[in-house]
């Protein structure tokens, strides 16, 4: 087994530890993040960093709780057609725009088709996940407090992802060209933008008569994990994101904060990028092959890489759902690097006299998931153990790696972690939805997947719908775009200052956190 120990920051030794008072004022709550933000324009968000902050600026028609409940928002009652193909919401009455507006069903129709126009090319989660997901038509006011949104298919989760869409307000967008939306988000939320000071914080402060537990909050970047862990037992911050394994016991013994674990519902995976460009780089052709993916699958430790560089055990993933809503028929792939070795000869890509079966670019940014450059470095070992010449780029997150994520054009191996939910399997599955999608990041187009969205929406009970799930889920387990990872848990810094509940998915949402 490969030895992943030596990998590991040696972060304890120099984290300083320290027991100040408390900096920030009473009304006041900062979060250290480890990764930049790209946006606050709602449409072209792509990250969930970015999407926990955007999320307190403007509302939605309706909101999911962690459990897979849906309550209401800027909305108070939904409204679905027999057909399922019209989504009614009627919205709260003396509703108000940040820019002073009152907030209508056309603001609300607005922020649907904005998010769709072909002109404006966005391709963050609303058009390049929910939509493609959904098949998204077209949104329009009924009157005042009524908006439809108009699907193309039945789809038994269309609530949930309408949930996710951000409500913006027409007037002031209309006024603003795209750059100036980027920076001046008019929202529709519980807190309004003050100031954002790029590469170093995001202030926000809570519009008149929301009913938060903090008036103010304070989104600082920080992107060494080491000196989060500093800030956070030096009362700088109140909570901080992606604790890293070596500090944990650190911030647990310091007296001020502890460590708040949580299975989280992220799948991280490695991708293959099948789209024709990729096939003309060198090891593009290879992985074109099922064969040569699925020998891969074998080259990887993943228990080994939870246990010693996360400090967790894990169970690796079977394919692209979280349990207990996967296939339960399936069992993960072993590490077995003979058995690797032994398929990728079969598959026709023996060892040269180098040693070498081909050569492979690999990307991944950095800062973003738990201890993931050393995550990425044991993966690219281990496919150098199997005869992969393995040239591993790790990139700056936000405005290197993101870019070439978002334009699908990152790889031909690429590390990224894609947002899961416990609620629904096709939720998990709705990342690949479309070959299209701006979510299948791998181009793969197998019709035994692509062309089963058909039969789920028209499957008419839920035992019918969980078969032709389980029968996609074997081939995506089979012959899919995926190198199966691990669901990463998430390991949160909490000041003793703060009464916060983390989610499973990711969601910091502060608007319930109070002070202890």
């Not at 990307?363 to 070992?381: C, E, H, S, T």
């Not at 281990?382 to 870019?403: A, F, K, R």
Request: charged fraction near 20%; glycine fraction near 8%; proline fraction near 6%.
């Amino acid at each position: 087994m490969p030895k992943l120990l030596n990998v590991l920051a040696a972060g304890v030794a120099s984290l300083a530890l320290t027991t100040g008072a408390f900096a920030q004022a009473d009304d006041t709550i900062v979060v250290g993040l480890s990764a930049d933000i790209v946006t606050l324009d709602p449409a072209p968000i792509s990250s969930r960093d970015n999407s926990n902050i955007a999320r307190h600026i403007f509302g939605t028609l309706y909101s999911m709780g962690g459990d897979g409940v849906a309550n209401p928002d800027l909305a108070n009652n939904l409204e679905i057609s027999d057909d399922g193909l019209a989504y009614v919401y009627t919205l709260n009455e003396g509703l108000t725009c940040h820019d002073g507006e009152p907030l209508t069903a056309e603001d609300a129709a607005y922020s649907f088709n904005r998010a769709a126009d072909p002109e404006n090319a966005f391709t963050g989660n609303t058009p390049g996940f929910i939509f493609s997901s959904i098949d998204f038509q077209s949104a329009e006011a009924l009157d005042d407090l009524r908006v439809q949104i108009n699907i193309g298919a039945p789809n038994p989760i269309a609530f949930g992802l309408i949930a996710e869409v951000f409500i913006h307000c027409m007037d002031s967008y209309e006024a603003m060209t795209l750059d100036e939306a980027t920076s001046n988000p008019i929202g529709s939320g519980a807190y309004r933008l003050v100031e954002w000071s790029r590469g170093s914080e995001v202030v926000l402060e809570a519009v008149e008569g929301a009913d938060v537990g903090f008036q103010n909050i304070i989104w600082r970047i920080i992107p060494e994990a080491s000196t989060r862990s500093a800030e956070l037992m030096a009362g700088n911050v109140d909570i901080i994101t992606n604790v890293a394994p070596d500090q944990m016991d650190v911030i647990n013994n310091s007296g001020v904060a502890e460590v708040n674990p949580i299975q989280g519902t992220r799948r991280m995976y490695v991708g293959f990028n099948l789209s024709d460009a990729m096939a003309e780089q060198p090891g593009g052709d290879a992985i074109q092959d099922p064969a040569v993916r699925r020998a891969l699958q074998y080259a990887v430790n993943v228990p080994a890489i939870c246990s010693q560089l996360l400090n967790f055990e894990c169970e690796r993933m079977t394919g692209i759902v979280n349990p207990p809503n996967a296939n339960q028929d399936l069992e993960p792939y072993p590490y077995d690097p003979a058995e690797a070795e032994r398929l990728l000869d079969e598959a026709g890509w023996p060892r040269g006299d180098d040693g070498v079966r081909f050569s492979i670019a690999f990307q991944a940014g950095q800062g973003r998931y738990l201890n993931d450059a050393n995550v990425v470095q044991a993966i690219a070992q281990m496919l150098g153990d199997v005869g992969l010449d393995v040239d591993l780029q790790i990139m700056e997150w936000s405005s290197v790696y993101i870019p070439i994520i978002r334009e699908r054009n990152a790889g031909p191996l690429y590390f990224i972690g894609s947002g899961g939910a416990l609620w629904s399997p096709l939720y998990d599955m709705t990342d690949l939805a479309a070959v299209d999608a701006g979510t299948n990041y791998t181009h793969w187009d197998d019709p035994r997947w692509f062309d089963r969205w058909e039969d789920i929406a028209a499957a008419e009970t839920e035992e019918e719908t969980r078969e032709i799930i389980d029968e996609m889920l074997q081939v995506f387990y089979d012959d899919g775009p995926w190198l199966h990872l691990y669901f990463q848990p998430d390991f949160y810094g909490v000041s003793n200052r703060v009464n916060w509940t983390p989610r499973p998915d990711e969601k910091v949402y502060l608007f319930d956190a109070t002070l202890n």
